[in-house]
């Protein structure tokens, strides 16, 4: 009698514990509620980090690997291109960069001018990502200690606004977020079906392109953008092929003054520079189809604020700029779906 009434007890123990687990899952918030608070913690956290970085950049596109050393200032961006193909560059390649460098570091219309344009990609960015749940379906999925799995697929009958919008509505896949600290860790996905512009007349995106974005906290409430990968392929205006397979990796972040000037960012990149004889890594598959050449520079748009993980994202899903041939096919020019 006395085993029967503590298998009772147990039983009734693991029914009561099992009802606890059901009643905790219950009294978390709607999936899409849960997505836009999400999003809301990354502008705020946007918003209160002022931090610089200094950092590893590489990327790769057309076949070609580039490695740089890249350092944010309250000025704007700075890097140095260090190795093509895992070769160092020639004596009079890196005497032809720091002139670059200082003639970038001496126009500051130039740095304004790149500072202007990375402001109004962040707007564009966030006006997609608060789109995100209305344009999709989320669900919960599996938990991993901190990190929540959320599914996601096109929500029926959802109008795009505009051209960007409509990639973003054929787009399914998976967002892994940190539910304690209300971080996006990682989203993939794909095309489900093909993203049409006027009609198929200005273009189209094929179905299957897909992509891939993970940030890493690199310092305890520092969360950078460590990887992104894309690949996606259609058609523009006059049947160009377009394409775009391009990968990037962010690493060795260390963090430097909060009020770092462009020239005080160029003397750490020229010691940072010199004082590495030998450049290896490995190369990995990631993306930028946003990263954009900055001035004489050679640079890239690499700020590791939570917005470059909003800007990188919007890459994915917008692609402001069709690649065509010589001349750049932008959306904006169109009219709105």
Known sequence: MFRVTIALVLAVSLLFASLSRAQTSDVRPPVNEFVRQIIDNEFQAEKDDH???MLRLE???????EVREVVETKEGNLDWLISVNGKPLAEDQRSERERGLQRLINNPAELKKSKRET?????????????????????????????????????PHFPPPSH?????????????????QKRLVEISGHLTHPVRFGGGLLGHLDAGGHFYVKQEEVQPGYWELAV????????????????????MKRSMFRRVRDDLTAAQGANLLYQQVRTTSKISFKTETAVSSRCRRDGCSGGYDSSPRPSDWFRCFCSVVSLCRL???????????????
Do not use: C
């Not at 690949?231 to 377009?242: E, N, R, S, V, Y």
């Open 51 to 53: 931090s610089h970085w």
């Open 59 to 65: 990327t790769r596109k057309s076949g070609k690997t």
């Open 119 to 155: 402001d109004e990609d962040q707007a564009r960015s966030q006006r997609l990502l608060k789109m995100l749940p209305d344009a999709l379906v989320f669900e919960y999925g599996e938990q991993r200690g901190d990190l929540v799995e959320l599914k996601f697929k096109p929500k």
């Open 164 to 180: 960007e919008a409509a990639v973003v509505h054929a787009m399914e896949g998976v967002l892994w977020v940190n539910g304690r």
């Open 228 to 247: 992104l990968d894309v690949d996606m392929k259609g058609k523009a205006l006059f049947f160009k092929t377009i394409g775009v397979q391009e990968a």
């Open 323 to 337: 690649k065509v041939d010589n001349f750049h096919l932008r959306w904006e020019q169109f009219n709105p779906l």
